[in-house]
């Protein structure tokens, strides 16, 4: 989401990290992950060159978010936006049956697995412009893949199917924005659309980044306040925020892996104001990069099933934790 397509920034100096309060807030939100997050820090690869957008913020590890160029259209052909004109792609929003009794009885969870796995013979849909509120972008991309060629279609479909699963354990009724169900798409204006309409309690949108090799780590990319055109995220600019915040401290805990060392500063927190999935939608949604697929280290762990779980877990964990305050 980081590199080719309409919603690309060129790279910016990135910003200096105040690496003082860095030790005790993460101590202080999750003392698990510590060491390992320290480790990674210290032996990882060092990361690429850091980008910046307007919006900054501050985050619950002590220091302030710089926002990258991540995007919910990324790669070729890139951008972001709904459903355009032209033929539509067969398939429904997929929906568990109403939740279990559990302590997310009542609850509704929309899962968006980014991307469609049908993307890449749909090349002229996905390319449609569609209206994401403040402009016009194209409708989707095919998304990034690692170097030996596993997508992030792929990825993500896993991952979101293994949310369901724990989420539904929980009590919680799950949707999906697509289950593979679909030819390509949904676009995404029409993906915003299909949590407004669920009129879900929270909304998280799976991805992988592509960016260098070299540039390791997550991301949550939260909502920036912005009311122009169709879009007004200024009601849920708070509880987005704090659905971020409660994922990645969760996703860090669950799976030891570390911030991104490229986007955020080392916050994991990332915040945009042009992207259509986050600028249309009316409940509290955000985006997780799960890590860099063009990086060996993370796309190692990207395509281990038992890594994926862990993510499955780590990202379920802080959903339940936010509709459980």
């Not at 995404?188 to 309690?201: H, M, S």
Request: with cysteine; proline share 7%; net charge neutral.
């Amino acid at each position: 989401m980081s590199y080719v397509g309409p919603d690309f920034e060129p790279p910016r100096p990135p910003r200096h990290p105040l690496r003082g309060p860095l030790t005790v807030a993460v101590a202080a939100l999750v003392p698990g992950a510590l060491v390992g997050w320290l480790v990674w820090q210290t032996v990882g690869d060092s990361g690429g060159d850091a980008q910046a957008s307007p919006s900054s913020t501050s985050s619950p590890w002590g220091r302030p978010a710089s926002p990258g160029a991540s995007d919910d259209g990324k790669e070729q052909p890139g951008g972001a936006g709904g459903t355009g004109a032209g033929e539509k792609p067969n398939g429904s929003p997929s929906a568990s049956a109403p939740g279990a009794s559990g302590p997310l009885k009542g609850k509704v969870v929309v899962i968006d697995p980014g991307h469609n796995p049908g993307n890449f013979q749909h090349t002229s849909e996905i390319n449609q412009q569609v209206n994401i509120g403040t402009n016009s972008k194209e409708c989707d991309t095919t998304g990034t893949a690692t170097n030996d060629g596993y997508t992030e279609a792929k990825f993500t479909l896993d991952v979101a199917r293994r949310m369901r699963t724990v989420l539904e354990k929980e009590g919680a009724t799950v949707k999906f924005t697509q289950d593979g169900d679909r030819s390509w798409g949904p676009c995404v204006d029409e993906r915003a659309e299909i949590g407004n309409k669920a009129d879900a309690d929270a909304v998280v949108s799976i991805h992988a980044d592509g960016a260098g090799a070299g540039n390791r780590g997550f991301h949550v990319i939260l909502p920036g306040s912005v009311h122009s055109g169709a879009a007004d995220t200024r009601p849920i600019v708070a509880s987005s925020r704090e659905l971020g915040e409660r994922v990645a401290g969760s996703f860090l805990r669950v799976t030891g892996s570390a911030p991104s060392n490229y986007i955020g500063d080392g916050t994991g927190l990332d915040v945009r104001k042009d992207l259509g999935g986050l600028n249309l939608s009316t409940v509290p949604k955000v985006f997780i990069e799960c890590g860099n697929m063009r990086d060996s280290k993370d796309a190692a762990q990207l395509t281990s099933s038992a890594w994926r779980q862990k993510a499955a877990q780590g990202i379920s964990d802080g959903i339940a934790s936010f509709l459980k305050k």
